[in-house]
Structures are given as C-alpha cells and as structure tokens.
C-alpha cells in the first residue's frame, strides 16, 4: 500500500536553481530512501537514510528526516537538465518491503 | 555492480493470452526479489515478494492464480500474467534486494505490457 506523499506533485526551475520535495508518510519506519526514474524507465536509487538519521548527503543531493514529524525532504543542489526526473520518497520496513509516495515530477529548464 | 534486466521491455498481446515476465539479476545473487506495477504517472505498487525456493508473497488485492510468480534460481524470477485483460495493460517493474544491512533496491528497466 502506498504510505508516503509527496509534495510539490510537480516542480519545474531553471538550470542552476535548487530543488526541494518533501515526503511525508504515515507509519513507523526503519529507512527511507529516495528513487529517481526518467520517462517509461525503471527506478534508479539515490540515497537511503536510516531512522536514526537526520540527515546525509551524497554530491548534490541532501535528504533530511523528521521522524517525529513523519517527514522528509530531498533537496538538488544547482540542478541541471539531466535532472528533469520524476523523483520519488519510499519507506523501508524490516522485512525490506518498500512503500512509495505519489512522486514528484521535476523539469529543469535550460 | 548490481544489475537487474528484465525481458521483454515491451510485449502486445491479446485478451485471453498468458505473458511471461523474466526479471535476471546480472552479477548477483537474489534471494529476494519484489514485483511492482506502475499505472502513468503513478506511483509503484508492490504486487509480491518472490523468494527464491519458496512460494512468493502477495499483497492484499493482488490475485495469486492471475499474477504467477516464480523464482526458481538466484538470478531468475518471472512473472506470468494468466489470461490477460486490457486492464492488465500497465508498466511492471521487478527489482532486487533485502539482504543483510542492505535495504535498497535495484531496479530493473520495466515492461510495458498493452492487452488488446
């Protein structure tokens, strides 16, 4: 079943300009990880923070977590057209399921 | 490292015929792989969870005897969709992973089946 939600559902900037989504789910977690998928592809993973982290970075990218407020948001750094993604927030749980959000459709203009 | 293919990438079939899906992971061995379907613009479903040797677990709505999964070795898992419906026309995903400390999922490229 679908946990997280995302928000913007759809976010379109300029080359150069930062990116901000949020992710905001509904039970307890034991990860939660951020995917990336171009048109008609598969999921490409990103980045995964554990509950009892708060935040982690990996080049452009910045996740944090909220885990008392039941959120995260991903954050791109000086985004460029290969960017334009649809990006999307799944929740981890023990038994390695993952639940994902609704997505947030990215456009980067050049 | 961690490669996952999925064949065919797009397959057109008629109602009433049965499709297979084989999901390879590449330089790996998967005990666990997962089964997803994608309607446009959604989101990912989980459908099941397919364990090598053993039967696959479905999630709740997702009929078992429609939607047939085996993992039969380390590196091979299909998805067979029984007696297709136009319905059934959707973008499925499998992808490997759940392992150890390992939490994330490699995904493979996707198939978009259409049943006319």
């Known amino acids: 079943s679908q946990q997280g939600e995302e928000d913007p559902q759809a976010l379109s900037i300029q080359e150069g300009e930062n990116a901000t989504m949020n992710c905001s789910y509904k039970?307890?977690?034991?990860?939660l990880q951020w995917y990336r998928q171009n048109s008609g592809r598969g999921l490409v993973h990103l980045i995964l923070?554990?509950?009892?982290?708060r935040e982690k970075h990996s080049g452009r990218l910045r996740v944090t977590l909220d885990t008392s407020k039941k959120s995260s948001s991903l954050l791109i750094t000086a985004s460029r057209a290969a960017d334009t993604a649809s990006y999307f927030c799944?929740?981890?749980?023990?038994?390695?399921?993952?639940?994902f959000g609704a997505g947030t459709t990215v456009t980067v203009r050049a | 490292g961690a490669v996952v293919s999925q064949h065919p990438s797009r397959v057109i079939c008629k109602s009433g015929t049965s499709v297979k899906i084989e999901c390879r992971s590449l330089?790996?061995?998967?005990?666990?792989m997962f089964w997803y379907r994608q309607f446009p613009k959604q989101s990912l479903m989980l459908m099941a969870t397919?364990?090598?040797?053993?039967?696959?677990?479905?999630e709740q709505g997702v009929e078992k005897d429609k939607f047939l999964i085996n993992h039969a070795s380390l590196t091979l898992s299909t998805l067979t969709v029984t007696s297709a419906h136009p319905e059934d026309s959707s973008f499925y995903i499998c992808?490997?992973?759940?392992?150890?400390?390992?939490?994330?999922?490699?995904f493979g490229p996707g198939t978009r089946l259409t049943v006319t």
């Open positions: 330089d790996f061995q998967a005990t666990t």
């Open positions: 039970t307890s977690i034991n990860n």
């Open positions: 923070i554990r509950s009892n982290e």
């Open positions: 992808s490997a992973g759940g392992w150890g400390a390992t939490y994330e999922q490699y």
């Open positions: 799944a929740t981890g749980a023990r038994d390695y399921k993952l639940s």
């Open positions: 397919s364990n090598e040797g053993s039967k696959a677990t479905y």
